[in-house]
């Protein structure tokens, strides 16, 4: 046999021998993982009204809900944190007074931090913040636990829109939490709920379901 083709004979049965070795031992046992459902996820919503309105780390658990009976939710969030929160005003007409958005950052262990923006002629005014370095607004949510912390608040004109990115975990083996109480809700729907946890409230959700 030549001596190209011999080297290529033992190249090929010392690949194929370490292939079936590495089969062997990766078939011993399954590798471990995390079965928690988990994702990232942009919200939208949208003011009916303009008004200023402070949203808990109850609502922001409240923000997809599963309906049990016509006036009974549950969650489908365990646990969300906030990445960052972003705000467009419509443009005001040309001659009229400027009009400005703010988002006020709280939270139980967090400095009060304040971001807004005005508009000038045509352009909207516009804010993209992210939670205070170090603040509690960068913790998680979680089922049970200072579900009454406001996070932050929001005080714009009508026709406001608000985009909230947030990452979830989903309930796995957790006995269900009640959500918001819905008016007429069909046994089985998933339901957007409003960012401010009040029914008919001024930030409705967009591309879901809007609970009754």
């Known amino acids: 046999m030549p001596k190209k083709q011999q080297r290529m004979s033992r190249r090929g049965s010392r690949r194929g021998g370490r292939s079936r070795g590495l089969g062997a031992a990766s078939n011993v046992q399954p590798p471990a993982f995390i079965p928690t459902l988990k994702l990232t996820h942009k919200f939208r919503f949208v003011n009916a009204g303009g008004t200023t309105v402070s949203i808990t780390r109850k609502n922001l658990l409240n923000l997809v809900l599963t309906a049990t009976t016509a006036t009974t939710t549950v969650r489908l969030i365990e646990a969300i944190r906030l990445k960052k929160v972003e705000l467009w005003t419509q443009p005001t007409a040309l001659g009229n007074a400027p009009i400005t958005v703010q988002l006020e950052w709280l939270g139980e262990n967090s400095p009060s931090t304040v971001t807004s923006d005005t508009t000038m002629g045509v352009r909207p005014a516009h804010i993209r913040s992210i939670?205070?370095?170090?603040?509690?607004?960068?913790?998680?949510?979680?089922?049970?636990?200072?579900?009454?912390?406001?996070?932050?608040?929001?005080?714009?004109?009508?026709?406001?829109?608000?985009?909230?990115?947030?990452?979830?975990?989903?309930?796995?083996?957790?006995?269900?939490?009640?959500?918001?109480?819905?008016?007429?809700?069909?046994?089985?729907?998933?339901?957007?709920?409003?960012?401010?946890?009040?029914?008919?409230?001024?930030?409705?959700?967009?591309?879901?379901?809007?609970?009754?």
């Open 131 to 212: 939670p205070p370095s170090a603040s509690s607004n960068r913790w998680w949510s979680m089922s049970g636990s200072l579900e009454t912390d406001v996070l932050f608040s929001i005080q714009c004109p009508a026709n406001t829109y608000c985009d909230l990115t947030a990452e979830l975990r989903l309930v796995e083996q957790e006995a269900p939490t009640a959500g918001d109480v819905p008016a007429g809700a069909a046994v089985g729907q998933l339901y957007g709920d409003y960012l401010d946890g009040i029914a008919g409230g001024a930030w409705v959700p967009i591309g879901l379901v809007t609970l009754p």
